[in-house]
């Protein structure tokens, strides 16, 4: 006897997208889009170039397009106005923090016995650009005050630098249980001649320590990588995929050869992470 196997209902199809009919008032709606649309494309291009985090924006105006294609269009408009002002709140928090940050610098560079009167002018103008919606001008504004405050706190800014580099490149040594004591002390000793304007202080002493950190860097990363080993095989006795991790650890060898000790170290630290996650 045959034995009847029943057979399982074909799916569905998906219910076909419902398209609006065109009329007057929808091709306004349509025209009222493409206008939209167009205009968010500067937006996006200066978001970029700014590196501004707009991707949920940018999600969005592709939901639009989409839902412009199928005609669907008080939807598109919805998402559109959506991601404009998701956008406009994104590149408006920039700029105020932009501008902070410029009015830090204009006071420095007055401190330092600089003429910033030019400087006051184009930050009251991106003040101005920023009320009026206008981010462009704004941008452009802010790029001036740089320009204009660059020959006076150029020296300022570097060495602001080199003494956060120093402070992010002695956190790195700390999780590899480097010895760190003397460059904490020459990172207080540059603090205090950075508050000074010795910028010339802070150079020597930033100079020193990373040295002496660079010098005791590839000895402790060769034993960490003795070790990173050990625990790889450990890892596939346990049938974990090491793939991430041997990655990684190919990536520091790398970086190591290249002289990038602060980027190995930020490497090696990714790859303790993983295997806690995985051991």
Do not use: W
């Amino acid at each position: 006897d045959r034995v009847l196997v029943a057979r399982e209902p074909a799916p569905a199809p998906p219910p076909p997208v419902r398209r609006e009919p065109a009329t007057p008032d929808s091709k306004a709606k349509g025209k009222e889009l493409a206008r939209m649309l167009a205009e968010m494309k500067p937006l996006l291009t200066l978001a970029y170039e700014k590196d501004i985090d707009v991707a949920e924006s940018k999600k969005l105006i592709d939901e639009a397009a989409e839902a412009g294609r199928d005609r669907q269009l008080d939807k598109a408009l919805e998402f559109v106005n959506r991601s404009k002002g998701m956008m406009m709140a994104r590149i408006d928090d920039h700029l105020a923090s932009a501008i902070m940050q410029l009015r830090e610098e204009t006071d420095v560079a007055k401190s330092l016995g600089g003429d910033v009167s030019r400087a006051l002018t184009y930050l009251r103008e991106i003040e101005k650009a920023k009320a009026a919606g206008d981010a462009e001008a704004a941008f452009v504004y802010a790029e001036r005050v740089s320009n204009e405050l660059l020959p006076i706190t150029g020296r300022y800014k570097e060495a602001r630098s080199r003494t956060a580099a120093l402070r992010s490149l002695v956190a790195d040594c700390e999780i590899l249980i480097l010895d760190t004591k003397e460059a904490r002390a020459a990172l207080s000793e540059a603090n205090k001649a950075f508050e000074a304007n010795d910028f010339d202080r802070v150079e020597m002493l930033v100079k020193q320590a990373t040295d002496r950190l660079y010098r005791a860097i590839p000895d402790r990363v060769n034993e960490e990588m003795h070790s990173a080993k050990a625990q790889l095989i450990e890892a596939k006795m346990k049938n974990v995929n090491t793939t991430p991790m041997i990655t990684i650890l190919k990536s520091v060898r790398t970086l190591m050869k290249a002289g990038d000790y602060s980027q190995a170290l930020k490497e090696m630290k990714e790859f303790k992470e993983q295997m806690r996650k995985v051991m």
